[in-house]
């Protein structure tokens, strides 16, 4: 069985701010993706990384960087200088079999 | 990169009718299609997996005789919502992925809201 778990429910920050998300991914495989989705009010998921599992380097995407750590089963997700069009929902996600499953998710809010 | 399109994106049907949603990979061949159920302010809960050709797979508690399922071809699935009901109001979203070999990534369509009065 897998388990993705995202313990904020929902963050709210000032413009500019750092914010950081959290994830934690329960298996019991070694091998397994891991993923960040973002959701705006209109509900297309938008994908933003895909991590698999022997990879620990940490990414970064302009304002976007990601971190795994194998250790600790996290794949926290950091956006920098954050800006309002950022706000929305973020879902991690992870893949040990054939499907993805989501985590709760996490609303963030960007205030001006 | 790859497309997966839904239809329709909006769909208002009146308690106890049946409405098919359809899911389509526009420019590549999906083998396996997921489908996935999202209420309000949830996140996304697999209902079912598909493999082109075969019956579909329900996560449990789906109940298979609601949520029919048909991936006839390498390029379409549909899901029927027979005797809806208030309750099964909710956001549906397709993904689809091709063979191992091929296209392995999962592409997710961007969803249908029903709405059950």
């Known amino acids: 069985a897998q388990k993705v778990t995202q313990a904020q429910t929902e963050i709210s920050v000032v413009e500019k701010e750092d914010v950081t998300l959290d994830c934690v991914y329960e298996?019991?495989?070694?091998?397994?993706?891991l993923f960040w989705y973002k959701q705006p009010p209109s509900g297309e998921l938008v994908f933003l990384i895909r991590?698999?599992?022997?990879?620990?380097q940490n990414e970064i995407s302009g304002r976007y960087s990601w971190n795994f750590q194998k250790s600790t089963s996290s794949f926290n997700f950091t956006i920098t200088a954050s800006q309002v069009v950022d706000s929305a929902v973020y879902f991690c996600?992870?893949?040990?079999?054939?499907?993805?499953?989501f985590g709760s998710g996490t609303r963030l809010s960007i205030r001006p | 990169g790859a497309v997966v399109s839904q239809h329709p994106s909006r769909v208002i049907c009146k308690s106890g009718t049946s409405v098919k949603i359809e899911c389509r990979s526009l420019?590549?061949?999906?083998?396996?299609m997921f489908w996935y159920r999202q209420f309000p302010k949830q996140s996304l809960m697999l209902m079912a997996t598909?493999?082109?050709?075969?019956?579909?797979?329900?996560e449990q508690g789906v109940e298979k005789d609601k949520f029919l399922i048909n991936h006839a071809s390498l390029t379409l699935s549909t899901l029927t919502v027979t005797s809806a009901h208030p309750e099964d109001s909710s956001f549906y979203i397709c993904?689809?992925?091709?063979?191992?070999?091929?296209?392995?990534?999962?592409?997710f369509g961007p969803g249908t809201r029903l709405t059950v009065t």
């Open positions: 993904s689809a992925r091709g063979p191992p070999r091929g296209i392995y990534e999962q592409y």
């Open positions: 298996t019991r495989d070694t091998t397994y993706y």
């Open positions: 991590r698999n599992s022997f990879d620990e």
């Open positions: 996600a992870g893949r040990s079999a054939s499907k993805i499953i």
């Open positions: 420019d590549f061949q999906a083998t396996t």
């Open positions: 598909s493999n082109e050709g075969s019956k579909a797979t329900y």
